[in-house]
T-cell receptor, first 114, second 113 residues
Framework: AQSVTQPDIHITVSEGASLELRCNYS??????LFWYVQSPGQGLQLLLK??????LVQGIKGFEAEFKRSQSSFNLRKPSVHWSDAAEYFC????????????FGPGTSLSVIP | NAGVTQTPKFRILKIGQSMTLQCTQD?????MYWYRQDPGMGLKLIYY???????DKGEVPNGYNVSRSTTEDFPLRLELAAPSQTSVYFC????????????FGPGTRLTVT
């Protein structure tokens, strides 16, 4: 069965430090890949997406992610975290099923220490 | 530009009561979705729609019903509310199946006691 895992439930980083959030998926083919961010009390907002081509994709708010086919991973990175980045981050996989299902990972909660 | 709007923001229901969660989008998107979000579980798809008059079940449809009479509106109906339906509910829409990018509403926090 298809699945998305985010191994880190919660991460705490200091403001200005670098960040990497991990995402792994299980699927028979290369899916479409997404990272969404959810600020407290808000809906989800798309940070970036990968469909094909260059495996390093740039997103909003200074985030980037790298698709590694051999590792079935799509890790999210940011070189310098800001206090406003504290939020819940969801990795998601788009599958070409009959109804174009998107599977979300369980999320990683990010705390930022001033 | 409102995007996806949901009402109400919060609601407390007693066991056995019914209610409708409203969702409206003003982006003329064909695809609309209802998810529930439980702590540590990510989002689970309840129902989705590919256009007016067309709906189908997602992963966790039991206890819910939907309708889609217009492109803009996609209400979610809870019949005979149960404590297991305590959750945060998100409505989302997307332009087409090619992009998959979904736009989310702010959510409805529902408590069933």
């Amino acid at each position: 069965a298809q699945s998305v895992t985010q191994p880190d439930i919660h991460i705490t980083v200091s403001e200005g430090a670098s960040l990497e959030l991990r995402c792994n998926y299980s699927y028979g083919a290369t899916p479409y890949l997404f990272w969404y961010v959810q600020s407290p009390g808000q809906g989800l907002q798309l940070l970036l997406k990968y469909f094909s081509g260059d495996t390093l994709v740039q997103g909003i708010k200074g985030f980037e992610a790298e698709f590694k086919r051999s590792q079935s991973s799509f890790n999210l990175r940011k070189p310098s975290v800001h206090w406003s980045d504290a939020a819940e981050y969801f990795c998601a996989v788009g599958l070409k099923t009959s109804y174009d299902k998107v599977i979300f990972g369980p999320g990683t909660s990010l705390s930022v220490i001033p | 530009n409102a995007g996806v709007t949901q009402t109400p923001k919060f609601r407390i229901l007693k066991i056995g009561q019914s209610m409708t969660l409203q969702c409206t989008q003003d982006m003329n998107h064909n695809y609309m979705y209802w998810y529930r979000q439980d702590p540590g579980m990510g989002l689970k798809l309840i129902y989705y729609s590919v256009g007016a008059g067309i709906t189908d079940k997602g992963e966790v449809p039991n206890g819910y019903n939907v309708s889609r009479s217009t492109t803009e509106d996609f209400p979610l109906r809870l019949e005979l509310a149960a404590p297991s339906q305590t959750s945060v509910y998100f409505c989302a829409s997307s332009r087409d199946r090619a992009t998959y990018e979904q736009y989310f509403g702010p959510g409805t926090r529902l408590t069933v006691t």
